[in-house]
Nanobody, 115 residues
């Protein structure tokens, strides 16, 4: 069941930036601040992989491939989590999914990096 809503994907040239947003509008997220949140991605023909995670205490961790380029953040008052993606590369092309507490997913948003 899709419970999260992603937005912000699109087509961007190599070296460009995008900011993904994930909203948690359902009532089960009434204590949004208690949830660990994450972004995953899945490229065509590949398995879904973890990109970045932010815990309820705001501890963050990143996949090695995106360290120094991507930043995950959260706004608990708005029940949103963000992924700022800078210096994008063609290999970042994938469908990006928001995840809550390793259990709840969004429908995904397509990011395409191409000239």
């Amino acid at each position: 069941q899709v419970l999260l809503v992603e937005s912000g994907g699109g087509l961007v040239q190599p070296g460009g930036s995008l900011r993904l947003s994930c909203a948690a509008p359902r009532s089960i997220f009434s204590v949004f601040s208690a949830y660990d949140m994450a972004w995953y991605r899945q490229a065509s023909g590949n398995q879904r992989e973890l990109v970045a995670r932010i815990t309820s205490s705001r501890t963050t961790n990143y996949a090695d491939s995106v360290k120094g380029r991507f930043t995950i953040s959260r706004d608990n008052s708005r029940k949103r989590v963000y992924l700022q993606m800078n210096n994008l590369k063609p290999e970042d092309t994938a469908v990006y999914y928001c995840n809550a507490q390793s259990s709840y997913w969004g429908q995904g948003t397509q990011v395409t990096v191409s000239s």
